[in-house]
């Protein structure tokens, strides 16, 4: 069932979202089913679970090809839960973010080029990756959403922050963000 997604202003997304303590229940799946469907009706690449008012700690996020990002190499799909990332060389990169809960607009956010991350996918068993780049970017920007954090309060420099068809005006043909 696809959601309303959240947008920027209101306060559920701005609070720290809560582990997960019990995987594979009806109710788990049911959410990452509902997620999926969502995602896909927006055209994100990710969303977090406190993006459609669940305050859990409970990320989606990969795609083949994104109209939202036509340069973006793919990423699998992935269902994280209760991540935990870690920076392997803490070297930063600038990269031009949008958000669901922040429709039509894009920001150059300053994030870790390099990192690992673990949880759970939604039978329990652990995840491990190193990622970097893109993947790497999606990783942070979706679990920021599970400690309150959106992408705007990460930019360092907000004349590069704006309306998407008039910093992309190539993308301007994309209705979703
Ligand atoms: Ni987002």
Same mark, same amino acid.
């Given at each position: 069932m696809i959601?309303?997604?959240? /947008? &920027?202003?209101?306060? /559920?997304?701005l609070l720290r979202a809560e582990?997960?303590?019990?995987f594979d229940a009806p109710e788990?799946?049911?959410?990452? !089913?509902? &997620?999926?469907d969502t995602m896909r009706a927006a055209?994100?690449? %990710?969303l977090a679970a406190p993006q459609i008012g669940v305050p859990l700690r409970l990320v989606i996020f990969g795609f083949d090809h994104s109209e939202r990002y036509p340069e973006a190499p793919?990423?699998?799909?992935?269902?994280?839960?209760?991540p935990e990332l870690e920076?392997?060389? %803490? &070297?930063? !990169?600038l990269g031009w973010e949008g958000c669901l809960s922040v429709p039509g607009m894009r920001g150059e956010v300053p994030r870790w080029e390099r990192l690992r991350y673990r949880g759970y996918d939604i039978?329990?068993? /652990?995840?491990? /990756?190193?990622?970097e780049g893109f993947h790497a970017r999606v990783v942070q920007h979706e679990c920021d959403h599970l400690d309150g954090v959106l992408y705007p309060m990460r930019i360092g420099d907000l004349s590069r922050f704006?309306?998407?068809?008039?910093?992309?005006?190539?993308l301007a043909g994309e209705t979703t963000a």
């Open positions: 959601h309303p997604i959240l /947008r &920027m202003g209101d306060p /559920r997304l582990d997960i303590t019990e788990l799946h049911q959410l990452v !089913a509902d &997620m999926v055209g994100g690449v %990710g793919p990423i699998p799909f992935t269902v994280l839960i209760n920076p392997l060389d %803490g &070297m930063l !990169a039978h329990g068993q /652990r995840i491990e /990756r190193e990622v704006g309306f998407t068809d008039e910093l992309f005006p190539e």
